[in-house]
């Protein structure tokens, strides 16, 4: 579709995620690797603008929405769940996940459980893993590891 513009010098996008309904906005998390915000993406011209001003995470990676299209974020530099404000861009902890996340590779919201899925590294283990991360505590429980070539 093309290059996304807008976002401020230094930062790269870490994660999108559109919310329900047809006209519904598509939210991108961004960060320098210092600090982060949340950005609004027109799919009209891909221009990001962004919301509000760093909301004091350093490595936010993926970002997921709930059935109330309620945003969340997982920062890496501390291994806690935050919930993203949509009107402010500001980010509250929701709880400590319990483990070494790292390098992340995408979440969604599993309507049938309530839970967050992610598909993130584990350092300790040295291996990519499944985790089902309870939006209301923050705690990950691993679903297994990820085995290449398997569903």
Not at 30 to 39: C, F, K, P, R, Y
Not at 97 to 107: A, K, P, R, Y
């Amino acid at each position: 579709m093309g290059e996304i513009t807008g976002i401020p010098a230094g930062y790269s996008i870490t994660g999108m995620e559109v919310l329900s309904g047809a006209d519904a906005p598509i939210y991108g998390m961004a960060t320098d690797g210092n600090n982060a915000i949340l950005v609004t993406i027109s799919l009209d011209d891909l221009i990001a603008t962004p919301v509000g001003t760093n909301n004091g995470l350093v490595l936010p990676i993926s970002l997921a929405r709930d059935e109330n299209d309620d945003l969340y974020s997982i920062d890496i530099d501390d291994d806690v769940l935050y919930k993203i404000d949509k009107i402010t861009g500001g980010a509250t902890q929701v709880g400590e996940l319990g483990l070494d996340f790292n390098f992340g590779q995408g979440m969604f919201f599993d309507e049938a459980t309530g839970h967050i899925i992610s598909l993130s590294y584990n350092t300790v283990l040295g291996d990519s893993e499944m985790y089902s991360i309870d939006p209301q505590l923050g705690l990950a429980t691993s679903l297994g590891t990820i085995q290449p070539g398997t569903i």
